[in-house]
């Protein structure tokens, strides 16, 4: 399945969530869902779901969805641990599996046989499964995102349209401006 | 109070309600407060770059976050300081123990010991060192107040001065 059809459905399905994406889930997601409640701005490779477990920590009443990335989760493992131990009930880690480091030229994981969904319950987490044809995320994804966190779902995809990769402007001062005015309004 | 109590009471007095940590020994009556306290929210992280990232994504959720950290580990954590907490203007309240001076038995720790402050002053990033308790809530409280307001990091590093440093290097030195 192609990760920006995932994307869209996932897009159909939300309301107030904050969803924080990274690398190449962040342009793809930033162009097919522009909105108040992104979160781009993160920084180090590796640390989306930190920021989630952040942002998830300060607003206990609004779902957080990660769009990580195979290569991101692998740069910051141990988030799993962290993230299983503080047990936030709003979260939702959705990998997007591609077996590369689609950011830096496609090159390939040291290996392509993790089961991320497996590291993720023996972690702790609360529910996690691996979905690999459109059809069945579509009929999931309404489930996941009401289930009591934290959740993990290991997407398994292949790249779909190629989106503008443009940082400046997933990086943009008035985006992270926008996001705090939206969170403090919903408060 | 103690030095430790005094940090607390500065961090709750400036609402400061998120801890992030990767343990050390020195840290044990800070970390032993906070994880005894409903006021704090304690997250245990399993690396030091990790820790930055959560207290960076509280911060854009309207919580303000330390990050405690032995110097070892404030070694890991460059490429976050100048590519996140730096450039996103994050006010993330770093608290460092300080190993490898004064009194240290490990080489290795002596060495990673002097990149600290060369790299946070690399970064741009204040640090003070407390080194005893009748200026500590001063410089703590002051050093918090300005971070938010200028919306930049801070560096709080404890010298053996005011902690009496690693009880197991103490330990080996009398040997």
């Not at chain 1, 195979?70 to 936030?88: E, K, R």
């Not at chain 1, 579509?138 to 993990?152: D, M, R, S």
């Not at chain 1, 290991?154 to 349209?161: E, K, N, T």
């Not at chain 2, 560096?155 to 290097?169: K, R």
Request: with cysteine.
């Amino acid at each position: 399945m192609k990760r920006d059809d995932c994307f869209h459905a996932l897009k159909r399905r939300l309301t107030d969530e904050i969803v924080v994406a990274t690398y190449t889930s962040a342009h793809d997601w930033i162009a097919i869902a522009p909105r108040d409640l992104n979160y781009f701005s993160t920084g180090a490779m590796g640390l989306a779901s930190s920021h989630a477990l952040g942002l998830a920590l300060g607003n206990p009443d609004r779902r957080v969805v990660v769009l990580d990335g195979d290569g991101s989760l692998c740069m910051n493992l141990g988030t799993l641990v962290t993230i299983a131990a503080a047990g936030p009930r709003n979260f939702l880690h959705i990998v997007t599996n591609n077996g590369t480091y689609e950011a830096n030229g496609a090159h390939p994981l040291p290996s392509r046989n993790v089961d991320f969904a497996g590291l993720a319950r023996a972690a702790g987490y609360r529910h996690a499964c691996t979905i690999s044809e459109l059809a069945d995320f579509e009929a999931q994804i309404g489930t996941l995102l009401t289930t009591e966190g934290p959740v993990f779902v290991d997407l398994h995809v292949v790249p779909g349209a190629a989106y503008p990769i443009d940082y400046p402007n997933l990086y943009r001062a008035d985006r992270r401006e926008a996001l705090k005015t939206a969170l403090r309004a919903g408060r | 109070m103690t030095w430790s109590e005094t940090i607390l009471q500065t961090l709750k007095d400036n609402d400061v309600r998120l801890v992030t940590y990767v343990p050390d020994n020195v840290l044990t009556p800070l970390l032993r407060g906070v994880t005894a306290d409903n006021y704090f929210m304690a997250v245990g992280a399993t690396r030091e770059d990790e820790a930055l990232g959560i207290a960076a994504g509280a911060w854009m959720g309207g919580i303000k976050g330390c990050v405690m950290m032995q110097t070892s580990g404030f070694a890991v954590a460059p490429n976050t300081l100048a590519s996140l907490i730096v450039p996103f203007q994050i006010p993330a309240i770093m608290i460092i123990s300080e190993r490898g001076t004064l009194g240290e038995f490990n080489s290795g720790q002596a060495l990673v010991a002097r990149t600290m402050r060369p790299v946070l002053d690399s970064v741009a990033v204040t640090h003070h060192t407390l080194t005893d308790e009748k200026t500590l809530r001063f410089m703590v409280d002051k050093s918090i107040k300005q971070a938010v307001s200028t919306q930049a990091p801070v560096a709080l590093i404890l010298s053996p001065l005011l902690t009496g440093g690693n009880p197991v290097a103490e330990a080996k030195l009398k040997g």
